[in-house]
């Protein structure tokens, strides 16, 4: 199992960035996935669900409204895309997904940093 993201940077507030992972080594059409981020000195935080219809079934209150989860499973790849971003956005985003021989994959993490 490989979970690979990419797409993160420097960002002036109120700015947008789309984060992609793209995954491999798993049946990836078959399993939710699920985005979190890790803020210095924080926990790692879940971020939001995306079902493997496509269907996002969660969103953490801080980013309702303004990040939008997608997938396309022709090409084993989900997507973070973040508007209006914050500076408390500003964090290590990971994609993960939990396998049914109750496995959990952890991509290398995408920096975002949103700073003027």
């Known amino acids: 199992v490989q979970l690979v993201e990419s797409g993160g940077g420097l960002v002036q507030p109120g700015g947008s960035l789309r984060l992609s992972c793209a995954a491999s080594?798993?049946?990836?059409?078959?399993?939710?996935m699920s985005w979190y981020h890790q803020a210095p000195g924080k926990e790692r935080e879940l971020v939001a669900v995306?079902?493997?219809?496509?269907?996002?079934?969660y969103y953490a209150n801080s980013v309702k409204g303004r990040f939008t989860a997608s997938r396309d499973n022709a090409k084993n790849t989900v997507n973070l895309q973040m508007n209006s971003l914050k500076s408390d956005d500003t964090a290590v985003y990971y994609c993960h997904v939990r396998l049914l021989n109750g496995g959990d994959y952890w991509g290398q993490g995408t920096q975002v940093t949103v700073s003027s």
């Open positions: 080594g798993f049946a990836f059409s078959d399993y939710p």
């Open positions: 995306i079902l493997s219809t496509g269907y996002t079934i």
